[in-house]
C-alpha cells in the first residue's frame, strides 16, 4: 500500500482544484516558507478525521476554508481526497485504490466518502486502525511532535506503540465488547426492574381490588343506613304529625269541658236559686 494522490480544493491556501501525484519511492514536497507545505500535511490530518482545530492551527473547524484575499473571494467549503494504492490489501477492503474524501461547508455540515460512499467518521478510523496512517498514527509527525512524543505522557507513548505493534484494532474491538456487554448487562437489569415493576404492579392491583370491593360493600351498607334512617325519618314526621293532631284534639276538648264546667256550675246555680224560691214560696212569714 503506498500514497498516490492528494485532492485538495478550498482547503486553507489552496482555493482552486489541487493535486498531488505520488509514484512508488520516496517523494518530498519541497518549496520556500509560506508556499503552504505544512497545509498539505494539515490537509492529510483532515482528510483522515482530525476533530481538533488546535492540531490543523487554527481557532474553529471553518478556519480550514479558504477565507479569500484581496483578488479572490472565499471560499463556500472545504474539500480533501486522499487515494491509496491499495492492490496488497493491507487496508481490510477488496478495492484495489481507496479513495477517502473529507467536505466541510461554512455552514457548519459536513461528509466523509470512502470512494464515493457516504460514510460514518468511526468507518474511517476503523479502515486505517493499525495502519500507522490514522489521525494519530505514527505517519503524521509535524514539527515539534517527536520531542513531544518523547516527553508526552505515558499514555500517549503507548497508543502509538499500539498503533505500530497493530494491536490497536484489537484493543479498540475488546473496548467495544466490553461495552456492549456492559450495555447488555444494564438491559437484563433494566428488564429485571420492569418485571419487578410489573410484578408489584399486579400485586397493587389486586390489593386495590380488595380495596375497592371492600369500598363497595362499605357503600352498599351506607346506602341501606341511609333508606333506613329516611324511613325513620318519615315514620318520625308521621308520628309528630298525629302529635300535633291529638294535641289540637285535646286541646279542643279540654277547652270544651271547660265550657261544660261552666255551664254546668251556671245550672246548679240557677237550681239552688229556684230552690230557695220554691222554699221561700212553701213557707209564708207568719
Known amino acids: ?33 509560506g508556499s503552504g507545505k505544512s497545509n498539505v500535511a494539515d490537509a492529510v490530518r483532515w482528510v483522515l478525521g482530525e476533530q481538533s482545530a488546535k492540531q490543523l492551527r487554527g481557532g474553529n473547524m471553518q478556519d480550514v476554508i479558504f477565507a479569500g484575499t484581496e483578488a479572490r473571494k472565499p471560499q463556500s467549503f472545504a474539500a480533501v481526497s486522499i487515494t491509496f494504492d491499495n492492490s496488497d490489501h493491507a487496508l481490510e477492503t477488496s478495492y484495489e485504490e481507496v479513495t477517502v474524501t473529507r467536505r ?11 470512494n464515493n460512499a457516504a460514510v460514518r467518521l468511526r ?20 514539527q515539534g511532535q517527536i520531542e513531544r512524543i518523547i516527553s508526552g505522557k505515558a499514555d500517549e507513548r503507548r497508543e502509538l506503540f499500539d498503533e505500530a505493534a497493530g494491536i490497536v484494532k484489537f484493543k479498540r474491538r475488546k473496548a467495544a465488547s466490553l461495552k456492549k456487554l ?3 448487562q444494564q438491559n437484563a437489569l433494566k428488564e ?13 392491583g389486586g390489593r386495590l381490588k380488595e380495596l375497592q370491593d371492600k369500598i363497595d360493600v362499605t357503600d352498599a351498607q351506607l346506602k341501606d343506613i341511609d333508606d333506613q334512617l329516611l324511613a325513620t325519618k ?11 293532631t291529638l294535641d289540637l284534639q285535646i286541646a279542643d276538648l ?14 246548679r246555680g240557677q237550681i239552688d236559686l229556684l ?5 221561700s214560696e212553701s213557707y209564708p212569714e207568719s
Open 1 to 33: 500500500m503506498y500514497l498516490k494522490k492528494i485532492e485538495m480544493q478550498g482547503f486553507k491556501s489552496f482555493a482552486n482544484k489541487m493535486t498531488f501525484d505520488f509514484h512508488q519511492g520516496i517523494t518530498g514536497i519541497v518549496g520556500p516558507n
Open 104 to 114: 466541510l461547508y461554512r455552514s457548519g455540515e459536513s461528509e466523509y466518502r470512502i
Open 123 to 142: 468507518d474511517i478510523h476503523e479502515l486505517f486502525y493499525d495502519t500507522g496512517i490514522g489521525k494519530e498514527g505514527y505517519s503524521i509527525i509535524g
Open 182 to 184: 456492559a450495555d447488555e
Open 192 to 204: 429485571l426492574d420492569i418485571n419487578l415493576y410489573l410484578v408489584q404492579d399486579e400485586q397493587a
Open 234 to 244: 318519615s315514620e318520625y314526621d308521621a308520628i309528630e304529625n298525629e302529635l300535633q
Open 254 to 267: 279540654t277547652e270544651k269541658n271547660q265550657k261544660s264546667l261552666l255551664i254546668r256550675e251556671q245550672l
Open 275 to 279: 230552690n230557695i224560691r220554691e222554699n
